[in-house]
């Protein structure tokens, strides 16, 4: 039986390479993208998404979400797409036609504990699903998410962009019981790749490795003044720690995040103390074997 999962995200160049490696994943059921804001406008991510997908020939329900974080606003020019110079098939397909809030909830029920759900942009619309259907917490059997820093953020010194945009909506997230895996950008930041990957996947010459490299080209575009050497993919690596959690390392921590000092606001808050092991409330990736990731993702792409 194939895992049913919804990808929660707002596209975004790495999102965009972390749904070409989930149409490549022949033993996972992807029911449907929910978008949110968050890289850009949700009506930007929520084009975006459908846009990509029909690049790539994958006609899966793309379903629109929250338009603002829980709590405070995101202002966000309409100019500012989210996907660089990258050249997508526009698409004429329509949006789905129910909320993110109810599709996420229809689709716990019909898969009666076995969902699963990457997040990979902020967690606004599982938030919202969670404070509409609080039932929902028993349907959910795991949630993997890209976020959060143990070290160093990349929107502050603290914070990671995904936790920063929505704290409020992490905190509910964290606080659900539902497992948890945290795929930290101190690990994610680990897994890069380089120009030398990107001539690889130029080569094979397919429409989804063709693609992958004019992402990757616009990340080194967009990244090269900070690390020249490095094209981070930072959904990817959360998507790949999904269906092979054999390559990443974990340890349970109770993890909390800031939500109320504006100056810290998003940070991520380890207990680091001996304490009950049904205290912890999720598993953090603290390490990834990086040969086995790229090698996978040329797998997938090739």
């Not at 680990?190 to 130029?202: C, G, K, V």
Request: net charge negative.
């Amino acid at each position: 039986m194939k895992r049913p999962i919804i990808i929660d995200c707002d596209p975004g160049l790495d999102d965009a390479v972390a749904l070409i490696l989930a149409h490549k994943v022949e033993d996972i059921d992807v029911l449907g993208l929910t978008t949110i804001v968050g890289n850009a406008s949700v009506e930007n991510t929520s084009r975006n998404a459908l846009n990509i997908l029909d690049t790539i020939g994958w006609n899966i329900p793309v379903i629109k979400g929250a338009d603002q974080p829980i709590g405070r606003e995101r202002k966000l020019p309409n100019k500012r797409k989210g996907l660089g110079h990258v050249v997508l098939q526009e698409s004429e397909r329509e949006l789905y036609n129910i909320n993110a809030v109810d599709f996420i909830y229809n689709e716990a029920i019909k898969h009666n504990g076995q969902l699963e759900i990457l997040a990979i942009g902020p967690m606004t619309n599982i938030a919202n699903t969670l404070l509409k259907y609080p039932d929902i917490k028993k349907l959910i059997k795991a949630i993997t998410f890209m976020g959060g820093a143990t070290g160093t953020g990349n929107i502050t010194p603290w914070a990671e962009f995904n936790m920063y945009v929505d704290p409020h909506a992490a905190d509910i997230v964290f606080k659900s019981s539902i497992p948890l895996t945290m795929v930290a950008l101190d690990v994610t930041k680990r897994a890069f790749l380089t120009l030398e990957d990107t001539d690889y996947f130029l080569s094979c010459n397919n429409i989804h490795s063709r693609l992958f490299a004019d992402i990757l080209l616009a990340i080194h575009k967009r990244e090269c003044l900070w690390r020249e050497d490095a094209i981070e993919i930072h959904d990817a690596v959360a998507f790949i720690a999904m269906i092979l959690p054999e390559i990443i390392k974990k340890k349970k921590f109770h993890v909390s995040i800031e939500t109320n000092n504006k100056g810290s606001l998003g940070s991520i808050l380890l207990d680091y103390r001996n304490i009950p092991e049904s205290d912890k409330n999720m598993d953090i990736s603290v390490d990834i074997d990086v040969e086995k990731f790229k090698s996978s993702l040329k797998k997938l792409v090739c």
